[in-house]
């Protein structure tokens, strides 16, 4: 069955939209969407880093992706807005990255893959440290999940609970250069943001708990893996975009109801 | 019996400016203390310190063996983005039973609303679920910052009333920060004016008497203390004289027992 490169693709997908979706819940509670563009960004870096070092792939752009949310998260509040750092880092980064490739000589070819992924090549090892990845975020998300939502709440209400946010953050951070590291293959760099951010916030209007809503953001992260790639087949379109633009287009459905259902209850109240 | 909380020459910086600068406290089991003081004082710093937020530069912090605090801050933001019913945020950060929780919002005056999203609840309601999560920890110490922020006056009166009830209920301690010196004082045994370090403390007829106290709050506060004063002590027309010569000459009310 694993012989198959549809089947491959999708589980590769599966694995991505199920891990990413939840920890993007957390990613939009404590708005730090740019947070996670910055790491996805300096991806691109490791990259190059790892076709220079000859490491693999995964190692060097999660070590990249790591040192890049660190460096964030230390030089954050010391002088510039969150916004205008996050902006600095995350397009000097994919600069450097890019300025980093081309001294590597004969990958010219494959940028594109690693900006926009290349799903349909995914391989059985990759395929070993997506699955493997995913189960590691997804293991400290729910190890780490009450303490995340406390500190995510409020610093000082975690502090008099006994809990230490800078920690719930480097596990936050962890988790987020795993994703990264993981969907790189998938999705690239340049759009596993998208796969952080949109399920979750599809899945807002219908949730009234957060595991609620991380579990509906998984279910859409995993159609959206699904549904596009099976999108890209009847298209022939590029798959990484295909299964974002489905993700959006189920945000967007998500939104009409949303407004929909409002719009009836201010209804009801007003007669 | 030890204190719950001792704190001696504490000192503590707040972005590069120190704000606490020798601050000497002593917390019994039971009581509750008041903590008035202008704007930048250090009132939420001290708070943070006692929590453990804020670390010491310098003095010492000692709590009580196994101390358990409950906590409820001056505000809590909820990002509209993150659905938080109000049973779900009691089980913030422990688990607890559905009964438990129904207790806690029983003892806080906020029975029957746990399926409320907590983006819903009005002011009053908030601060009662946050009271409610505070109590379910059982603790030794309750700390309040500015809790009733956003009420109006009735609302804070109640709020403080139910302060008062708990604290005979649970045995608790009670450490509170507030502007609203009139309703507050009225409802502790101890109060300390801080301004950096502890201008003075006593009960709240001794404070609200001290030359400290009057060249702090001097003018803006007449009217509420005058109010507080008329209903507490039957002593009209009080606080008349302005005393600004705010000098370090320490006026501490009943210090031997500390």
């Not at chain 1, 090549?121 to 990845?133: E, M, P, T």
């Not at chain 2, 009333?161 to 509170?176: D, H, Y």
């Not at chain 2, 009225?186 to 403390?201: F, I, K, T």
Request: hydrophobic share 50%.
């Amino acid at each position: 069955m694993l012989d198959d490169f549809l089947v491959r693709a999708a589980l590769a997908g599966l694995g991505v939209g199920l891990a990413a979706a939840p920890l993007g819940c957390l990613v939009v509670w404590r708005r730090m969407a740019y947070f996670g563009d910055a790491t996805a960004h300096a991806a691109i870096l490791g990259v190059a880093l790892s076709l220079a070092f000859d490491m693999s792939i995964f190692t060097g752009v999660l070590v990249v992706a790591l040192s890049m949310a660190l460096l964030v998260s230390t030089l954050s509040g010391r002088g510039y807005a969150m916004d205008t750092l996050l902006g600095v880092m995350a397009h000097s980064a994919i600069a450097f990255g890019l300025v980093a490739v081309s001294f590597v000589s004969g990958v010219r070819i494959d940028l594109m893959a690693y900006l926009f992924g290349d799903i349909l090549a995914v391989g059985k090892s990759d395929l070993v440290v997506i699955w493997g990845g995913a189960a590691l975020v997804l293991g400290l998300l729910c190890w780490r999940w009450q303490a995340l939502l406390t500190a995510t709440l409020n610093p000082d209400l975690a502090r008099a609970s006994g809990i230490d946010p800078e920690r719930e953050r480097l596990v936050l951070t962890l988790a987020l250069a795993l994703v990264v590291a993981v969907a790189i293959k998938v999705v690239g760099t340049l759009l596993i943001a998208a796969m952080l951010l949109i399920p979750a916030a599809a899945a807002r209007p219908f949730a009234r708990t957060p595991e609620a809503m991380a579990l509906i953001a998984a279910v859409f992260g995993a159609v959206s893996a699904l549904g596009g790639l099976q999108a890209s087949l009847w298209f022939d379109t590029p798959t990484g975009p295909s299964v974002v633009c489905l993700a959006a287009l189920i945000f967007l459905a998500a939104s009409l109801v949303d407004v929909l259902r409002r719009a009836a209850q201010g209804g009801r109240q007003a007669k | 019996m030890t204190a719950l909380i001792e704190l001696s020459g504490a000192r503590a910086k707040l972005g590069g400016r120190e704000v606490l600068s020798g601050v000497d406290m002593r917390l019994e089991r039971g009581e509750i203390v008041t903590i008035v003081g202008p704007n930048g004082a250090g009132k939420s710093t001290l708070m943070r310190v006692i929590i453990g937020a804020v670390p010491l530069q310098g003095g010492r912090l000692t709590r009580a063996p196994g101390l358990r605090i409950g906590y409820v801050p001056q505000k809590l933001q909820i990002d509209p983005t993150l659905p938080l019913s109000v049973r779900r945020f009691l089980s913030l950060p422990v688990r607890v039973s559905d009964a438990a929780a129904a207790e806690a919002l029983d003892h806080a005056g906020g029975a029957g609303l746990e399926d409320r999203q907590m983006a819903d609840l009005s002011g009053g309601q908030f601060q009662r679920v946050l009271l409610a999560r505070a109590l379910l920890n059982r603790p030794d110490l309750l700390i309040l910052d500015e809790a009733t922020q956003g009420l109006d006056q009735p609302g804070s009166a109640r709020f403080y009333r139910l302060i008062e009830n708990l604290r005979q209920e649970l045995g608790c301690a009670v450490l509170m920060v507030s502007h609203e010196l009139h309703v507050v004082m009225a409802a502790s045994d101890r109060v300390l004016c801080l301004n950096g370090h502890v201008c003075c403390e006593g009960t709240p007829e001794h404070v609200a008497s001290a030359p400290e106290y009057r060249a702090l709050f001097g003018s803006g506060t007449q009217g509420a203390l005058a109010l507080y004063r008329h209903q507490h002590d039957h002593e009209h027309g009080a606080g008349c004289d302005h005393d600004h010569d705010h000098a370090h000459h320490h006026h501490h009310e009943g210090e031997t027992n500390a």
